[in-house]
C-alpha cells in the first residue's frame, strides 16, 4: 500500500476524487508497495486502481490515462532500507552526537539509488528486490563497491554476511543494468594489487560499468571506529598514477577514461586537476568528481556577462581544501566586475581540522567568518552548506544567520549565479536572508 501525500490541482486523480491520505493498494491486479510500484504500474494507458479513501471507504478507479498525461498524485516518502554494513570509514559514524536525527540515517536502498543517485551497497537485497530491479530495468544504479575480492570486502564494509559484489553485478549486468561505481581507498585494505583486482573485476563487466570513482577515505575526528590510516601524499600520488594508467586504457579500448580520481585525491597530492574534457558528462560530479574543473568552467564562460561592481567589498568564504584554488577564479572575477573579493578559508568547528570541504562548513563557522565584517557589502558561502529547507548540518537557519549577520550573505554555488543578479542599486538594498 502507498498513500497520497499531495493532489495535483487540475490532475486526473483530482477529477477522479483522490484525495491527500488515499490509501493506494493495487494497480491491475497488482499489489504497491512503493513509488517504484506506483510509478512502473501505472505507466500502463487503462488502470484499474483499487483505493482506499481516507474515510476508510474502499473504492475501485477505472482510468483510462491520455497518453503522456501523469496521474498527478504525489506520495508518502518510503520507509528507508537501512544499511547492515558498519563500515569504519563511516561519515555517518563520524558525526558529533546531538545533531538532527536524520543526518544518522544509514541508508542503503537500491531504490534510492535509481531514484536519486545514492549509493548503495546492495548488502540487503533479497532475490524479490533482484527481480524488482531486472523487470522495472531499474538503471544506472549507483554502488559503493570498495572492493570486488569477497574478503576484503567482508573487511571494508565490517560485515561477514556481504554478498559477492561480482556475482550480484553480474546478474544485474546479463539483465541489462548498468552501474556507476565508486570506491572508497582505505590505505592497506583496497589499493595496490586489490586495487588491480577489482578494477579488472569492473572491466570485465564491460559496458554494465559506466564509471568508477575512487575518493579517498575521508575521516572527521568523530571517526571513532576508524582503525586504519589517512592516505599519505606518496600514496595518494602512486593511487593517482595506477588510476591514469587505467583511464588510458580505457580510452584506447572504450572511448573514454571510465575511472575517474576525486577532486580530493588531486589536490592531496598537490596535483592539476583535469580539463573538462577528461570528465566527458560529468557522471560523478555529486561525487567529487570534476567539481572543481565545472566551476572553473561555469566562471570562464559567465564572468563576461556579469555587471560592474565596482569597488564592492565581497568576502567569499570557503573551507581549506578549496583556499589554494580560489584566487585564480576570484582574479578573474574582479577583472571583470571591478569588486573587491576577500577570501576567507574557515577551518570546520564541528568535524575538526581534518574536514576541509567547504559544503561541510556549518552555521558557527558563517557567524566566526562573517560576524564583524561591516566593513563588506556582502558575502558568498557555499550553498552546498545549507539543506533545502535552508538548516546548516550543525542545525541553524540560515535565515536567522543572515538576519544576525552585518551583511547581506548569499548562497552560491558559481559565484556567477548570484553575481549575475546583482547591480549597484539592488546591492545597496539587499538583504539575502
Ligand atoms: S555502507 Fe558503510 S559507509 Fe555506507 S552507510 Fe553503511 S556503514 Fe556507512
Known sequence: MVRVSRVKPGSIAEDLGITI??????????????????????????????????GGEPVIFEVERPEGETLGVELEPPAIRRCANRCEFCFIEGLPKGLRKSLYVRDDDYRLSFAYGNFA??????????????????????????????????????????????????RLAEGGIQFH??????????DGDVLEQWLGDLWNLGNAVLSVAVVPVGLTQFSHLYTGKPMDLVQTAALLDQLARWAVRACDERGDPWVFGSDELYLLAGRE???????????????????????????RQGVASLPRLDNRRIAVVTGASMGPLMPEL?????????????????????????????GLL?????????????DLDLALIPAETIN?????????????????????????????????????????GANAA
Do not use: C
Open 181 to 190: 561505481t565508486q570506491m572508497v581507498i582505505v590505505p592497506g585494505l583496497n
Open 121 to 170: 551497497t546492495l548488502s540487503n537485497m533479497k532475490e524479490r528486490d533482484v527481480a524488482r530491479i531486472l523487470e522495472y530495468r531499474l538503471s544506472p544504479l549507483y554502488v559503493s563497491v570498495h572492493a570486488t575480492p569477497w574478503e576484503a570486502r567482508k573487511i571494508l564494509l565490517n560485515n561477514p554476511r556481504v554478498p559477492n559484489i561480482v556475482e550480484q553485478l553480474s
Open 330 to 358: 576570484l582574479e578573474a572575477l574582479a577583472a571583470h566586475t571591478g569588486a573587491r573579493f576577500e577570501l576567507i578559508v574557515m577551518e570546520n568547528s564541528l568535524f575538526g581540522p581534518t574536514t576541509t570541504t567547504a
Open 388 to 428: 533545502d529547507d535552508g538548516v546548516f548540518l550543525d542545525d541553524e537557519r540560515f535565515v536567522a544567520l543572515g538576519a544576525e549577520l552585518p551583511l547581506p550573505v548569499f548562497p552560491s554555488y558559481d559565484f556567477i549565479d548570484v553575481l549575475a543578479g546583482l547591480d549597484q542599486p539592488r546591492l545597496a
Open 362 to 374: 556549518v552555521g558557527a563557522d558563517i557567524r566566526r567568518a562573517l560576524g564583524r565584517r561591516d
Open 273 to 299: 586537476l583535469p580539463a573538462a574534457e577528461h570528465y566527458g558528462e560529468f557522471a560523478q560530479i555529486e561525487n567529487g568528481v570534476g567539481a572543481v574543473t565545472a566551476l572553473r568552467m561555469r566562471v
Open 21 to 54: 491520505g488515499t490509501e493506494l493498494l493495487s494497480v491491475n491486479g497488482r499489489e504497491l508497495a512503493d513509488f517504484l510500484d506506483w510509478e512502473f504500474l501505472t505507466a500502463d494507458d487503462d488502470l484499474v486502481i483499487d483505493s482506499r479513501l481516507p
